[in-house]
Nanobody, 122 residues
Framework: QVQLVESGGGLVQAGGSLRLSCAAS????????MGWFRQAPGKEREFVAA????????RIADSVKGRFTISTDNAKNTVYLQMNRLKPEDTAVYSC???????????????WGQGTQVTVSS
């Protein structure tokens, strides 16, 4: 059974940092892309970042470019989202996803984690 388990969310002041982790298990993800999406209250889920497992293909949303980075640790089957200089508008539930195609919409991502809450106070 495929599982994606996120961790690392929490409450942080504006300007602070958090690192989210997504541990993958249950299948071989080496040919997959891994992505992070977020959903704020009352808003659609939006793309944040994605990466191929070998790290050669990375996409970052314009809204977080220069502040967020995505990386993988293949030995641990884990994907990270490092979030720096956080803003109140970054407050959302952040979810990890795995899929065969790197797309900016949610429909073609086959696997999803349960999500982790990130709250940024002003």
């Amino acid at each position: 059974q495929v599982q994606l388990v996120e961790s690392g969310g929490g409450l942080v002041q504006a300007g602070g940092s958090l690192r989210l982790s997504c541990a993958a298990s249950g299948r071989t993800f080496s040919n997959y892309f891994m992505g992070w999406f977020r959903q704020a209250p009352g808003k659609e889920r939006e793309f944040v970042a994605a990466i191929s497992w070998n790290g050669g293909n990375i996409r970052i949303a314009d809204s977080v470019k220069g502040r967020f980075t995505i990386s993988t640790d293949n030995a641990k089957n884990t994907v990270y989202l490092q979030m720096n200089r956080l803003k109140p508008e970054d407050t959302a539930v952040y979810s990890c996803a795995g899929g065969a195609v790197l797309v900016y919409t949610t429909g073609q991502w086959a696997y999803w984690g349960q999500g982790t809450q990130v709250t940024v106070s002003s």
